[in-house]
């Protein structure tokens, strides 16, 4: 079965940086794309970031030049680094497998001073 352990959010203040990682783990994590998603209490969940199996990414326009993500195939791990960050990046961040449909289960990510 597919697993999705996230870790690295917390409290930080804007401007300030946090690195979230993603331990995968049921699967070939190599073969997969793998995304970042976030939700914001009273809103939808929207896709943050995705890298193909291949290293290429994407990112929402609210978070490109900001935000990084980046796998580390030899430990089965997906990172995502966020910069610069804002009030407006306060939500949980999920680790998902678009190909299994399999989300991990969630980190809170504060940006408050």
């Known amino acids: 079965q597919v697993q999705l352990v996230e870790s690295g959010g917390g409290l930080v203040q804007p401007g300030g940086s946090l690195r979230l990682s993603c331990a995968a783990s049921?699967?070939?994590?190599?073969?997969?794309?793998m995304s970042w998603y976030r939700q914001a209490p009273g809103k939808e969940r929207e896709l943050v970031a995705t890298?193909?199996?291949?290293?290429?990414?994407h990112y929402a326009n609210s978070v490109k030049g900001r935000f990084t993500i980046s796998r580390d195939n030899a430990k089965n791990t997906l990172y995502l680094q966020m910069n610069v960050l804002k009030p407006e990046d306060t939500a949980v961040y999920y680790c998902?497998?678009?190909?299994?449909?399999?989300w991990g289960q969630g980190t809170q990510v504060t940006v408050s001073s």
């Open positions: 998902y497998v678009p190909d299994f449909r399999s």
């Open positions: 890298i193909s199996s291949g290293g290429y990414t």
């Open positions: 049921g699967f070939t994590f190599s073969t997969y794309a």
